[in-house]
């Protein structure tokens, strides 16, 4: 079972950028579909992005254009780069890797079918 940890969470004034680190150990990232998830007091949790294991990504519309997901396979580690980010964007964001097929990956991510997760990092967007 692959374990999670994320890393680079803080306070950012709107506009503002982050870059979320998601260190995997355990088992290699190459194998499995991984997802940013988000969750603050106010909202339901909300997926953000998904990239598969053969390198597919798709975002939530409310942080296409602005947020990246990437992996480094050699590292173990899946990024997040959330750019002009919105107070919206506040909230608690957690890295989640399952073995799911590519053509599914999204499908899951959004369902929250994932079954490792990690501890979350925070994120504070201030107007």
């Known amino acids: 079972q692959v374990q999670l940890a994320e890393s680079g969470g803080g306070s950012v004034q709107a506009g503002g950028s982050l870059r979320l680190s998601c260190a995997a150990s355990g088992y290699g990232l190459s194998r499995y579909c991984m997802g940013w998830v988000r969750q603050s007091p106010v909202r339901e949790r909300e997926w953000v992005a998904a990239?598969?294991?053969?390198?597919?990504?798709d975002y939530a519309d409310s942080v296409k254009g602005r947020f990246t997901v990437s992996k480094d396979n050699a590292t173990n580690t899946l990024y997040l780069q959330m750019n002009s980010l919105k107070p919206e964007d506040t909230a608690m964001y957690y890295c989640a890797a399952e073995l799911a097929p590519p053509d599914l990956c999204r499908d899951w991510v959004e369902r929250g079918r994932l079954n490792n997760w990690g501890q979350g990092t925070p994120v504070t967007v201030s107007s």
């Open positions: 990239l598969s294991k053969d390198g597919t990504a």
